[in-house]
């Protein structure tokens, strides 16, 4: 029987989706519960880092900015080249120490013990995979040791791997449809997580709409003011300008006209049932302090 690739796909998550048991701290039995955290642009700074490196190894003109980095998958942004070109530029930056060079998000080291200090137990759920698990754990053991419990490595860009031979557009939407978004809500359903905090739209919506028991309202805090996150995109309204790769806008002469859609849809502001939006990690600690007060009260009437 011929299989989709979208069944080959969710056949490599199976297999690659990876539990690291990571630097440990003593899971304490008895605390409030477990909150989801993702790596990059929640914990370090990969894509600011990102855009001084791509300028040293790549020196696209006129250089990228943050600003360029309108979705969450490089390839549809300015800077990059096809889902495979762009696999192998960030296979470079990684060569060239993205790891270390990526300096913490300011105040996740405070928030975090903050949330630490409320009585959560803490995971990391990164897209990263295996086999850039010791760059990942080296950075944790610098920046923020002695905090989280558990590190899940999902494995997103080894997911690109059966799609090669595909169209390139199709590869592209295959990757955000099959990738880490749904292993992660996996993930969280399996260390009974009560909330993810990430910075991408794409996991929030995938999350949001995932069937897992969950006893709270909120499933995600979207982290973060960042222009790959300013639209969260309601897969019924999504048209196909917005699964385009950029050079498949440029070459059709459409980038204004997606400029304009994407306006529009920052407007708009559409949020999915269970997503909430937090700027930075002040809000975080301050939406979980609320959270806790209000879950404590609850708790206390109910006695
Ligand atoms: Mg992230």
């Not at 069944?7 to 909150?35: H, V």
């Not at 696999?87 to 630490?116: D, I, T």
Request: proline share 4%; hydrophobic share 35%; net charge negative.
């Amino acid at each position: 029987m011929a299989s989709t690739s979208t069944d080959r796909i969710d056949q490599e998550e199976d297999t690659e989706t990876i539990l690291a048991s990571g630097l440990t701290t003593p899971s304490r039995k008895g605390w409030k519960g477990t909150i989801a955290v993702d790596m990059d642009d929640v914990l370090c700074q990969t894509n600011a880092t990102i855009v001084h490196m791509h300028h040293e190894l790549f020196d696209t003109q006129p250089p990228l900015t943050l600003a360029d980095f309108k979705n969450y998958l490089y390839w549809m942004n300015r800077g990059w080249g096809t889902p495979e070109e762009t696999v192998g530029m960030v296979a470079k930056l990684y060569q060239g120490g993205l790891y270390m060079r990526a300096p913490p998000v300011e105040g996740a080291k405070e928030g975090l013990h903050r949330l630490k200090d409320l009585g959560y137990n803490l995971v990391i759920i990164t897209a990263r995979s295996e086999n850039q698990r010791s760059g990942t754990e080296d950075w944790i053991a610098e920046y923020l040791p002695d905090i989280f419990d558990e590190i899940h490595f999902t494995g997103a860009f080894q997911h690109l791997e059966p799609t090669r031979e595909e169209k390139e557009g199709h590869v592209a939407r295959k990757a955000v449809v099959s990738h880490h978004k749904r292993s992660k809500a996996e993930i969280i359903h399996k260390t009974s997580s009560l909330f993810l905090i990430d910075d991408s739209s794409e996991n929030a919506y995938d999350v949001s709409i995932s069937t897992y028991p969950h006893e709270l309202e909120t499933k995600v805090l979207l982290f973060g003011d960042y222009p790959w996150n300013a639209i969260v995109h309601d897969p019924s309204t999504k048209t196909p300008l917005e699964e385009m790769t950029y050079f498949q806008k440029q070459e059709k002469g459409l980038l204004d006209e997606y400029e304009n859609l994407r306006k529009e849809k920052i407007e708009k502001g559409w949020l999915p049932k269970g997503v909430e939006r937090v700027s930075n990690w002040n809000k975080v600690v301050e939406w979980v302090a609320e959270f806790d007060k209000s879950r404590s009260n609850t708790q206390s009437n109910d006695i």
